[in-house]
């Protein structure tokens, strides 16, 4: 939100991404504050659907435009280049390098 724009939500629709401008009384920059709301029944979360999986399977939330969601193939990681360098860094991202081979190979 360097912009200081609201971000706005991404979906696919008959193969090309669409951004969604979106309106309301709440609006949090945090995936797990969107999640709380949600479950209290204020309204909808834009999150990652790993995050809530274990909630929808439990009912407590609901999927809703399922026909327009993006789907992405892996997991993404942005840091500073000069960040590269540090070892927990290095660390983590070999792990994640060899987790998403081990994937793959199943």
Do not use: C
Request: charged share 20%; glycine share 10%.
């Amino acid at each position: 939100m360097r912009s200081g724009g609201i971000y706005q939500w991404e979906f696919t629709e008959n193969g090309r991404d669409v951004s969604v401008a979106v309106r309301g009384q709440s609006i949090v920059t945090e995936s797990h504050s969107a999640i709380e709301l949600a479950l209290a029944g204020v309204g909808l979360a834009y999150v990652f659907e790993p995050l809530v999986q274990v909630d929808i399977a439990a009912g407590r939330l609901v999927q809703v435009l399922t026909d327009y969601a993006i789907e992405e193939a892996g997991l993404f990681l942005y840091y500073p280049r000069r960040a590269e360098l540090a070892p927990k860094l290095r660390a983590f991202i070999e792990t994640a390098r060899g987790i998403g081979r081990s994937r793959a190979a199943h």
